[in-house]
């Protein structure tokens, strides 16, 4: 994020996800599915060239944004220093000015936002919270955990996601910026992930929320550290999130997987960011064996019931796809849908990419169901 001139702009981008979501009409909900969303949910964004090389199956939406991304010119993620790379522009970035020259209107936000810093093992965390203008409560608790490879990203990045989970939702969003790597090396962030979780189990009710219906929240990285809380949770014996759902999660260590070798050149995760985040989370390379990192590897049997969402257009989908078996395996409740036609980090385009609006109405519609 380049600066605080957009801060607006991004609260209120996700707003558009409410206001203008299309109704699911996709298909039943089965392990298998592998979704597009309605077409008639088009926001008229047309590439200026034709697809890249490694997404020949891109959907205009979600090339408009890649286009967008790679005019900034911004040297490769994986060739910097993490605090250089915090400095380059986001897909955010690329949505949000997308929005600005289509002229994309978005309508008031449905959620008032405060923040609170929270006392950690080792040092503090900032939260960001999103409650319901609408209501008394008590509302249903996501907490929810950014993407960035452990390494970049923050709550602004990723506003748009825990916003409209909110508002689709009608639930109290805990947004948590867990600290970040080189700066401090696993497993802070999933320390800082599941004393965030505590923390919002012991405060639910002044958060205006419902102590007994806490669910998680993570994408890519997040995704990982949300599926940890459920684990540690489990195996600490406190209260287990009802629901957790898993957003292309980092799943496993193995980079050949096929979807590796497919998109090993893919904006905007490739699989030399993918080395790059490992090398700068982890002392050693060992560590990517740990079954916090390698969730296949993990003990699952207990935990809640799991919705894994993946792109087509992404190493990592096959991670959610083994993760998702996995699950299965061990006896856990998963339903799991994909994404076609769309690359990482899609989930929070909801106001241009009308996949990412569908795949946030299928996420709000699972957890609404948990909270019943």
């Known amino acids: 994020m380049k600066s605080n001139l957009n801060r607006l702009l991004i609260a209120a981008l996700s707003v558009a996800i409410t206001a203008s979501a299309c109704t699911n009409t996709t298909k039943t909900n089965t392990s298998t599915d592998s979704l597009t969303a309605d077409s008639t949910a088009s926001t008229g964004l047309k590439p200026a060239g034709p697809p890249p ?136 962030a999933h320390n800082d992930a599941f004393a965030a979780y505590e923390w919002a189990i012991k405060n639910a009710v002044s958060l205006k929320g419902d102590p007994a219906k806490i669910a998680v929240v993570g994408e890519s990285a997040g995704g990982n550290l949300a599926a940890n809380v459920s684990i540690m949770a489990r195996d600490k014996n406190i209260m287990v999130p009802v629901h957790e759902v898993l957003v292309y999660p980092i799943a496993q260590a193995n980079m050949n997987t096929e979807s590796y070798k497919m998109y090993a050149n893919a904006k905007p995760l490739n699989k030399a960011m993918m080395t790059w985040f490992t090398e700068k989370y982890l002392t050693t390379m060992i560590e990517a064996q740990n079954p916090k990192i390698s969730l296949v590897n993990a003990k699952l049997k207990g935990l809640p019931p799991t919705t894994i969402i993946t792109a087509e257009i992404d190493p990592l989908h096959d991670d959610g796809t083994m993760l998702a078996n996995k699950l299965a395996e061990a006896g856990v409740k998963v339903n799991s849908r994909n994404y076609e036609g769309v690359t990482h980090e899609f989930f929070g385009m909801a106001a241009v990419v009308p996949e990412a609006k569908a795949a946030q109405a299928y996420a709000a519609e699972q957890l609404k169901a948990a909270f019943k």
């Open 53 to 188: 090389e490694w997404g020949q199956s891109i959907k205009p939406e979600m090339q408009s944004v890649i286009e967008k991304l790679a005019s900034y010119g911004d040297k490769p993620i994986e060739t910097l220093s993490a605090a250089d790379a915090r400095k380059n522009h986001t897909p955010t970035d690329a949505v949000m000015d997308l929005i600005k020259v289509n002229h994309i209107k978005l309508p008031a936000p449905m959620v008032d936002t405060t923040g609170k810093d929270i006392d950690v093992p080792g040092g503090k965390v900032h939260l960001r919270i999103y409650t319901p203008k609408s209501g008394n409560g008590p509302f249903p608790v996501i907490v929810y955990y950014h993407g960035g490879g452990f390494v970049i990203a923050n709550l602004d990045v990723y506003n748009a996601s825990a916003q409209g989970l909110a508002e689709q939702v009608n639930a109290v969003v805990v947004s948590v910026a867990y600290r970040l790597a080189p700066e401090n090396k696993f497993p802070t």
